[in-house]
């Protein structure tokens, strides 16, 4: 390589949509990016997009050796490519010609211990290494993602110039922090994943018993979800989805797109690992834990329909929906609905926020929840007003036991539990299936009740398993011959009959 030519700022090899879109972002906020792609005719596409799209400061390089010795040094790389043994190849390939104090930057969905793996492989060559969320899609790759970087705090300070203006900007911030050691950013954006399962889930709850029991058409739900979208539950996946009923089906004539879309869901395996890890940390996420469960009952599109004419045939009537329908306020349940979903999006936060805050404490990753909150405001899929909301709830008390307890949002679900209640109650009784809103309901019942019947489960346990059981009234651990002393008192058994 000539030594008249400019050295580039930092690399980033991978240069599938999200790779070429986020090398455009940093070579048009002024840093000059080398780019490289194992397959040459990417490197050639993102060349020919840098020059169309401003004449912005990237290079091609086609080899590794090439790619790396093009960077300035400390050389920083960005690698975007997909998660497992594809990454361990790159980095390969890529090290061999890396010197210490150089750093490489996985932007990828990335189970978290791979990188903690990966961190210990790199520092034995004395490189560094940064495990990096990155949540935006596409366009968020291009104009400003949410960027959730984590590992050594060396890498990031090599790079946090570049970051911070890459990133998606809020008013108090650029959408980017240093999130802590090891494979907490990719921790962190595995949770966002679990938090955006959560979101689409009731989402689409809401939509089925507006459409169902409402009788709304998608003229009407497009316009409701655009009036939702200028309030309380102003996000990114609310104004989409006003944007989604509006689509005219252009391939099939008549009709609205999302009408002629099948219903099978498909995913990626974060939510999955977002619910093994809060089974792990015995953290509930039911609400996450029930939108899982839902796309899986989704891809059983054959068994379903079958399902469908077997219970018919049993005597199951087709019309309990529009016998739902009768006599309900449109109005009422619209509103209902609104107030429905936000209540049900809080305990599915709180779920994604104590599951964070017992990895944080079990890694010792020193998680600041707040920051995280302010970091998801903008760019990001789960990008929402309320969010702020809750970054100064854990400004408030950063040891805030749940957001239902915080003051403001409790005051929130109390005013909203009613509406709540009706909602899930109708869907109920019409048979529409509200498995997001239910787990958030049941989750909320549940955590504001002093008392709970786990009292009879430990009698039970201690029953057959002799596991002992503790006293409200006093210290100690108790096992008691349960079957002996119910023979023993057995006349009273039988009275009911």
């Not at 010609?97 to 211990?113: A, Q, R, V």
Request: a neutral charge; aromatic letters at 6%.
């Amino acid at each position: 390589m000539e030594a008249s030519a400019a050295l580039s700022r930092i690399g980033l090899a991978g240069l599938a949509v999200m790779g070429q879109n986020l090398a455009l972002n940093i070579a048009e906020k002024g840093f000059p990016i080398s780019v490289y792609n194992r397959t040459t005719s990417k490197v050639d596409e993102t060349v020919d997009r840098a020059r169309q799209e401003g004449s912005l400061p990237l290079t091609g390089q086609y080899n590794p050796r090439d790619f790396v010795l093009s960077l300035q040094r400390p050389r920083s790389v960005i690698i975007l490519v997909k998660a497992g043994a594809p990454v361990d190849q790159t980095i390969a390939a890529l090290s061999d010609h890396m010197e210490p104090g150089d750093t490489i930057i996985d932007g990828g969905n990335e189970w978290y211990e791979n990188t903690e793996r990966r961190i210990h492989q790199a520092s034995e060559k004395g490189l560094l290494y940064l495990g990096m969320g990155v949540s935006g899609g596409e366009e968020g790759a291009r104009n400003g993602p949410s960027l959730m970087p984590g590992g050594s705090l060396q890498a990031y300070n090599n790079i946090q110039d570049i970051l911070s203006k890459v990133a998606a900007q809020v008013e108090d911030g650029p959408c980017v922090t240093y999130i802590g050691e090891g494979g907490s950013g990719n921790f962190v954006k595995m949770v966002h994943n679990g938090i955006e399962y959560g979101d689409m889930q009731l989402i689409s709850e809401a939509y089925d018993v507006l459409k169902h029991v409402g009788g709304l058409n998608n003229s009407e739900l497009a316009d409701i979800f655009a009036e939702w979208n200028r309030g309380e539950l102003e996000s990114f996946l609310i104004e989409i989805t006003a944007d989604i009923f509006k689509v005219k089906d252009e391939e099939g004539g008549d009709g609205f797109l999302v009408d002629k879309i099948l219903d099978k869901t498909g995913m990626k395996g974060t939510g999955k690992w977002t619910v093994q890890q809060a089974a792990e940390l015995s953290i509930a996420a039911p609400t996450i834990a029930a939108s899982l469960d839902s796309r899986y009952l989704s891809g059983l599109k054959e068994e379903r329909e079958n399902a469908a004419s077997v219970l018919k045939e049993a005597g199951m009537s087709d019309d309990i929906a529009s016998a739902a329908r009768v006599g309900v306020d449109k109005k009422r349940l619209i509103d209902d609905v609104r107030q429905a979903l936000y209540a049900s999006k809080i305990c599915s936060y709180a779920q994604g926020m104590n599951l964070l805050r017992a990895k944080s404490n079990e890694k010792g990753w020193n998680l600041n929840l707040g920051e995280l909150a302010r970091i998801w405001k903008g760019g990001c899929i789960i990008r929402a007003v309320f969010l702020d909301r809750i970054k100064k709830a854990y400004q408030r008390n950063p040891n805030l036991a749940s957001l239902i307890v915080d003051p403001e949002f409790a005051r929130e679900m109390v005013q909203r539990q009613a509406a709540w209640r009706r909602v899930v109650g109708l869907a109920i009784s019409a048979g529409i299936s509200t498995p997001g809103m239910c787990a958030s309901l049941a989750y909320f019942d549940t955590y504001r009740r002093a008392r709970l019947p786990a009292n009879l489960v430990q009698a039970q346990r201690d029953l057959f398993g002799a596991h002992t059981y503790e006293r409200v009234d006093r210290p100690g651990a108790f096992h008691t011959e349960w079957t002996k002393l119910a023979r023993k008192s057995g006349s009273g058994v039988g009275a009911l009959n």
